[in-house]
């Protein structure tokens, strides 16, 4: 069984830019999270979907983050404008009807 | 406010050894226990999970100790390998594991040979 699948690995934009990240659960999980990882830091939650419904975006900072997650399935975080400050590991994770939640491998962003 | 407060931030073990790491959180209302294992570039992996109806649970050389009282929970690890040296982070959520997860800082974990 696959994975919790995110793109791209690796982004290096110059401030004021737009970003876009793209996340693909593990096939059946309806609830699909946005965490943000800070270096040496534990991961800190943006958001949290169940099935298309933003539930709970209470930390996503939407002056300049939005998601998104359409058919239920797959999501993209977007920042737009990139601050300097956004520069960090933003991380999807996926959980199905049990309480465990599985991560995928991030995606760096470096603001230039 | 930091609901979930982790110890030490870095730990040496000796291989064979045990290494201990330990939590305390704020949320009374937190239901559900889990430490992840994170190595540099990969995502943090679920190791184990315990719920506060429970005081240890133990998954091979992995055990968490619970304390609902003190609310503080602990996660051993036996007979500690190279191959463990990592980040271990806890964390706790409400609903079962559905409300997200609240992580503790980690603790950057290195077993000597």
């Known amino acids: 069984e696959a994975g919790v699948v995110q793109s791209p690995r690796y982004k290096i934009i110059e401030k004021k830019q737009p970003v876009a990240f793209w996340c693909n659960p593990i096939s059946g999980h309806n609830t699909l999270y946005w965490y943000l990882q800070n270096l040496g830091q534990g991961p800190e939650l943006l958001i949290r979907?169940?099935?298309?419904?933003?539930?709970?975006d209470s930390q996503l900072p939407k002056d300049r983050f939005s998601a998104e997650r359409l058919k239920g399935v797959d999501s993209t975080l977007k920042i737009q404008p990139a601050e300097l400050g956004d520069s960090a590991v933003y991380l999807c994770a996926s959980r199905g009807t049990g309480a465990a939640s599985f991560f995928g491998p991030g995606t760096r962003l470096t603001v230039l | 406010q930091q609901q979930v407060k982790q110890s030490p931030q870095s730990l040496i073990v000796q291989k064979g050894g045990i290494s201990i790491i330990n939590c305390a959180y704020e949320?009374?209302?937190?239901?559900?226990f889990p430490w992840y294992q994170q190595f540099p570039g990969k995502g943090p992996a679920l190791l184990i999970a315990?719920?506060?109806?429970?005081s240890e649970k133990k998954e091979g050389r992995f055990t968490i100790s619970f304390n609902k009282s003190a609310k503080q929970f602990s996660l051993h690890i036996m007979d500690s390998q190279p191959g463990d040296s990592a980040t271990y982070f806890c964390?706790?959520?409400?609903?079962?594991?559905?409300?997200?997860?609240?992580f503790g800082k980690g603790t950057h974990l290195i077993i000597q040979p």
């Open positions: 979907y169940e099935n298309e419904e933003a539930v709970d």
């Open positions: 315990i719920r506060p109806d429970v």
């Open positions: 949320n009374t209302a937190f239901d559900y």
């Open positions: 964390a706790a959520s409400r609903g079962g594991g559905a409300d997200g997860l609240t």
